[in-house]
């Protein structure tokens, strides 16, 4: 996925869950973050950031990507069901795309992807990494968990599965993170424990792209 033309940056500080005050050729600006994650290890003050223009909205830039020693870090949590679903249609890994729908509605809920009117997927932005594993949540997840539950709950309608899109590259594998969010882990546990499907995929990121590089695996 190309990520078009970025403009680099300094963070200076996260104002709220949806504003990080940056600068920008010396001067201070307000940008979107689409990101409601606490991050608190990627937003450090002085860190070099990217950003990309907007076409609407109050703010003239969104905050993409976060330099680290070991590579650049997506934080866009907007993208993982457009980076599985290329990834999908490039390599009919771990299923064949026939025909999909973004945002399926199931009762309340909106699922992700539905692809072959079967597999209903729910995807999950991963930034956080730690010894080289990574980790969801890194915030506490009531939305999580219930989309957890209400696949679980549809499963005798679809095939459910949550696919971890990791939006860095330096993870071994991939955990829950229950001292963040025991709730959200214990339903994830059950979920595989019942058989459905859980996978984690690692994106190579670039100044000028990011894609779904390679599986790497779930542990529990």
Known sequence: ?????????KFL???NRFVCLVEVCGKPERVLIRNT?????LLVPGRKVYLREKNTGKYRH????????????????????????????????????????YEYRV????????LNRKVLIETKSVNLV?????????APT???????EELMDNADKYEPAVVFIVQRKDAAKFTPNRGTDPDFSRALERFA?????????????????IRVSREIPVIF
């Open 1 to 9: 996925m190309k990520l078009g033309e970025l403009i680099p940056a």
């Open 13 to 15: 500080e996260r104002e």
């Open 37 to 41: 994650g606490r991050l608190k290890e």
């Open 62 to 101: 969104e905050l993409i990507l976060v330099e680290l020693e070991s590579g650049l870090v997506c934080v866009d949590s907007h993208l993982p069901p457009k980076l599985l679903l290329e990834h999908l249609l490039e390599n009919s890994y771990p299923w064949k795309v026939k025909e999909y729908r």
């Open 107 to 114: 009762g309340n809920s909106r699922f992700d992807l539905l």
């Open 130 to 138: 730690v010894d080289r594993t990574a980790m969801f949540p890194d």
């Open 142 to 148: 009531q939305r999580g968990r219930r989309h957890i």
């Open 193 to 209: 424990r019942e058989g459905f499907t859980v996978k984690a995929f690692l994106c190579d990121v670039k100044l000028e792209e």
